[in-house]
């Protein structure tokens, strides 16, 4: 994070409509990066008109880009009615600003709510500290490619830069998310409050559907909060665990050999507690027992993991996670069969396009009866992907 993002932001400004001198400059970090001729040619771009407000505004000139997001708040006790300010950052004409446009508009909102809540832009002591912040931001945002900023007592910013290239990972209903840290040491309190609902019910085995109704939250909104914390690395997606799911080992089960710190890790999470650590034989013996044809039901009763201190589902959920095994998924095929008499309110998914896992959330069938009946229709082919 550190090279990728260092040093590219030049400046971070606050300019505000005053209802005497109308736009001005208060306040930039560092000071003279944007001159008082340059701010005046430019001023109906930093206070824009009605039109523009809430939306983000870059202005490449004089060798600089100038990315901004202007906004207002509507009330009487303002002079004018109105407080129009706003805060973005400056950079090098050759920087791409897309990385900091979501961060730009973040804190301008984050500023409209403390305003809101605290009166902290139209309060004059409580202003004096927004050049702290902003130097504190310009630090952090270079540096570690992220900040947390307490404003007050009840009020913390949190911003973090995220590569714009990288592809939104799509999430689906039978999904299932899992922390990339220790869930322990996690600080939930760094979120907003819908995510803070969400991340008690993300152990590696709950699939989206069940968290949302567990958080009681609408599955839309549960899908953003999740695709918001991949973008993070929070977490990743990983396959619903069942002990009749099949895995293939992949080519980075050598690190396992080659890797100690890896090995490492691997034992102190599959261990299971109280019990004797396992031998780096055992772990490697358990991987290389999976396969095509094998579940995990059938790992379980070959060598039985759990008299040798290991723990099978933390053991598939580090496989999978750290990219040492891959799950073999079935896909359904109904071929048709003119002589079946009743169509089932599940056959219209088994088109090859579905895997079981989404088969069994969308029909509202448990994946162990689905696969029931599929073992006992003769007219539905299973193609593993």
């Known amino acids: 994070m550190k090279s990728q993002y260092h040093a590219g932001i030049t400046c971070i400004f606050f300019s505000e409509f005053h209802p005497e001198v109308g736009p001005r400059l208060t ?22 008109k009605p039109e523009l407000l809430d939306k983000l505004v870059t202005i490449n000139v004089w060798g600089k880009k100038i990315v901004g997001c202007p906004v207002g708040i509507t009330n009487a006790k303002y002079s004018r009615n109105a407080l129009l300010f706003n805060v973005g950052f400056v950079c090098s004409a050759n920087t791409d600003v897309a990385i900091y446009e979501p961060i730009v508009k973040k804190l301008a909102r984050y500023l409209v709510q403390i305003e809101v809540e605290r009166g902290f832009i139209s309060g004059e002591e409580s202003k004096a500290k927004i050049p702290d912040i ?52 996690f600080d939930d309190h760094r979120w907003d409050l819908v995510t803070q609902q969400i991340l008690p019910h993300i152990d590696g085995f709950n699939h989206v559907k069940t968290i949302s109704a567990k958080a009681g939250l609408e599955l839309s909104v549960v899908k953003i909060c999740l695709q918001n914390l991949i973008a993070y690395d929070v977490i990743k997606i990983i396959p619903v665990f069942q002990y009749t799911n099949v895995y293939l080992l992949q080519p980075d089960i050598n690190k ?41 039901r059938d790992l379980c ?34 071929v048709a069969d003119y002589s079946r008499k009743k169509s089932k309110p599940e056959d219209r998914y088994m088109q090859g396009h579905l895997d079981i896992d989404e088969i069994s959330c969308k029909s509202g069938i448990s994946q162990e009866d689905l696969e029931t009946k599929i073992q006992s229709d003769p007219n539905i082919h299973v193609c593993w992907k």
């Open 256 to 296: 396992l050999h080659d890797d100690p710190q890896l090995l490492r890790d691997c034992i102190k999470y599959v261990t299971l507690e109280g019990q004797r650590v396992p031998s780096a034989r055992t772990i490697l013996q358990l991987y290389c027992g999976l396969g095509p044809g094998t579940t995990v």
């Open 27 to 48: 306040y930039q970090v560092p000071g003279e990066c944007i001159s008082r001729e340059e701010f005046d040619i430019l001023s109906a771009y930093f206070i824009p």
């Open 134 to 185: 902003l130097s504190k931001l310009l630090y952090q945002l270079n540096h570690e490619g992220q900040c947390s900023l307490s404003v007050d007592e009840s009020n913390t910013i949190h911003l973090k830069i995220v590569n714009p290239n990288a592809q939104a990972v799509a999430v689906n209903d039978h999904h299932v998310p899992m922390f990339l840290t220790n869930a322990d040491a």
């Open 301 to 334: 009763l070959r060598h039985d993991p759990k008299a040798l201190g290991v723990d099978e589902r933390n053991l598939i959920q580090f496989g999978v996670v750290r990219g040492l095994i891959r799950r073999l998924v079935p896909h359904p095929v109904l």
